[in-house]
């Protein structure tokens, strides 16, 4: 009695020690090292330039900046034209094969730029099929005809229009799909034709959509190192890697990676201005689907064309292409060596799925039991990563690991006279953190969308019940969220079997996945070897094609109304 009485006046003159939160700590702390790659990359800056640093400003750095602005103004240009007019076409009219062209059009996206590069200059080039049958039908020899040189600036800026258009057509589409007729009518009553309805009414509705979907294919273009360097066109990601591999300047690299993200960062900052900046609202809680307009047989074929074209040069031309140098090569390429490949790239890419699924899971959940204008800010920044180019994040990976490594190893040395190695920087860690660092965004804006689906009663449910955070997080909501976390898997899972920069820097010695065995072949100028690794990951990639061309025809805001008339 008296020992109760003592503990019960401690416990209320003692003052009480507050107990750690260790969801809210745990995303500050992974917020943290994923940033370490950044952090690094900007601490260059203030460094003192070196004798190749300014070598590089002397001869080469105005034409890295002047190619890489070229290359963005031309996609930009090239992914407007056919993302937006494709979307309009196919939401807002009828013509024969519309329903096919609403899913196939995402198709392209399953074509890595390197690969369509590869695979159009095979069939471009002075000995490619399409050149071999002129000569043969006008009997020309060489020098007797001009054809355009594919592996031009020019070249590179249509292989990433090819392949990059979907997501301005698929943010546009969403956002043509979202429009009520009640607001286009207005258009229409004072006279407007269906194109003066797209540009007066239809695209100003739709400029946040399709501002985003351009800024997402210009980081693209930006981070892209397959396609421009097997084009031999000066860009930031090719001199970062020249700088790095060739001239073994590591603090050169990191500023050239410097510059580089001001650019990247220079768009994320202007797409989220331009969501900001949007003045135009449906405030109408009337909702009906726009009536799609019957064409005549003229403008149903030229609609027909239109939707053909970039499917056509973006994936079936490609893939067949592909298909048909892999049925030719498949005795001499696909052998035990070809099935270590696949099992490194497979091994790699669940690796980092798993990882990046688990920690987008953990910070999700963090920001729903704790949020906070801090912890916001920390998921957001930890989910970055996906605008850092692959070059651009190998250096920042390999600096501070190789720096760790080289700690460890002299300490150990010093200690014991036992050599450590490179335990990091020279093994997957390396890979499986920077893959994680870019694609940590793909699962967290998924694993975020599965549990806003998820009540807040629910938690209230479970705690009622005597559960913790975790437990209510492990009985309640994973089971409820086992598609939004298998369609999480699967996004990380094809985006890391398709990275070729920072898999090609930070491998492993003797360490090869399809992605890089398809570059190296190529470089050999050996394409149709390349071609059975090439469509590997081709067909792989139609698996998130298949999962975006399915929620594009999700449920539309406002169908609650009509089901409620």
Same mark, same amino acid.
């Given at each position: 009695m008296h020992t109760n009485t003592f503990s019960n006046l401690a416990r209320h003159l003692v003052p009480s020690v507050p107990r750690p939160d260790w969801w809210r700590g745990s995303v500050l702390l992974i917020?943290? !090292? @994923?940033? @370490? /790659? +950044? #952090? +690094? !990359? &900007?601490?260059?800056? &203030?460094? /003192?330039?070196?004798?190749?640093?300014?070598?590089? %400003?002397?001869t080469v750095l105005a034409s890295y900046v002047t190619n890489s602005l070229l290359l963005v103004v031309g996609v930009a240009i090239g992914t407007l034209l056919i993302g937006v007019s494709t979307a309009w076409v196919v939401t807002a009219t009828v013509f024969p094969g519309r329903r096919?062209?609403?899913? %196939? #059009? #995402? @198709? /392209?996206? *399953?074509? /890595? *730029?390197? !690969?369509? %590069?590869?695979?159009?200059?095979?069939m471009l080039d002075f000995a490619g099929p399409l050149q071999s049958t002129l000569r043969e039908w006008f009997d020309w020899g060489y020098g007797d005809y001009w054809f355009p040189d594919i592996r031009s600036l020019w070249g590179a800026m249509l292989m990433l229009t090819l392949v990059l258009y979907p997501y301005v057509y698929l943010l546009a589409r969403a956002a043509f799909l979202e429009q009520s007729v009640y607001v286009l009518d207005v258009g229409r009553s004072l006279g407007f034709g269906p194109w003066r309805v797209l540009f007066r009414i239809a695209l100003p509705l739709a400029r946040p959509a399709i501002i985003t979907g351009l800024s997402l294919a210009l980081m693209e273009t930006l981070a892209d190192f397959g396609t421009v360097q097997y084009f031999g066109i000066d860009t930031f990601t090719t001199g970062i890697y020249r700088t790095w591999l060739g001239l073994g300047d590591s603090a050169a690299a990191a500023q050239l990676s410097a510059m580089l993200l001001i650019f990247v960062f220079t768009l994320v900052v202007v797409e989220r201005w331009s969501r900001r900046q949007a003045q135009y609202h449906n405030s109408s809680r009337s909702f009906k689907p726009v009536p799609p307009i019957r064409l005549t047989r003229a403008r149903a074929t030229v609609a027909f064309l239109v939707c053909l074209f970039p499917l056509l040069l973006g994936f079936i031309l490609p893939a067949l292409q592909l298909l048909s140098w892999s049925i030719d090569t498949a005795a001499d390429v696909v052998d035990a060596s070809f099935f270590g490949l696949i099992l490194n790239s497979l091994s790699l890419a669940m690796g980092a799925s798993v990882i990046a699924l688990t920690i987008a899971l953990l910070m999700a959940y963090a920001k729903r039991l704790r949020g906070n204008a801090l912890l916001n800010i920390a998921v957001r920044i930890a989910a970055m990563g996906y605008a850092i180019p692959g070059t651009v994040l190998a250096v920042g990976v390999m600096i501070p690991f190789a720096w760790i490594d080289n700690s460890i190893d002299g300490w150990m040395r010093e200690q014991f006279d036992v050599s450590t190695g490179l335990i990091l920087s020279g093994t997957v860690v390396a890979l499986l953190f920077a893959y994680t660092v870019r694609f940590l965004s793909v699962s967290v804006q998924t694993v975020e969308a599965g549990l806003g689906k998820i009540r807040l009663s629910m938690d209230d449910a479970g705690r009622s019940l005597g559960y913790t955070p975790g437990r209510v997080l492990r009985d309640i909501h994973l089971p409820i969220m086992r598609t939004s976390l298998l369609t999480a898997l699967l996004m990380v899972f094809v985006d890391v079997l398709k990275e070729l920069p920072a898999t090609l820097m930070l491998r492993p010695f003797n360490f090869n996945t399809l992605a890089v065995r398809a570059y190296e072949l190529a470089g050999d100028e050996r394409l149709a070897d390349a071609a059975s690794a090439a469509l590997s990951i081709v067909l792989v990639g139609i698996i998130p094609v298949i999962l975006l061309s399915r929620s594009i025809s999700r449920k539309r805001p406002g169908e609650e109304y009509v089901a409620q008339a």
């Open positions: 917020t943290l !090292i @994923l940033a @370490l /790659p +950044v #952090l +690094v !990359i &900007f601490s260059f800056i &203030f460094t /003192p330039s070196g004798e190749v640093w300014r070598h590089l %400003a002397d096919i062209f609403e899913w %196939a #059009l #995402l @198709l /392209p996206m *399953a074509m /890595p *730029a390197y !690969i369509i %590069a590869y695979t159009y200059t095979g």
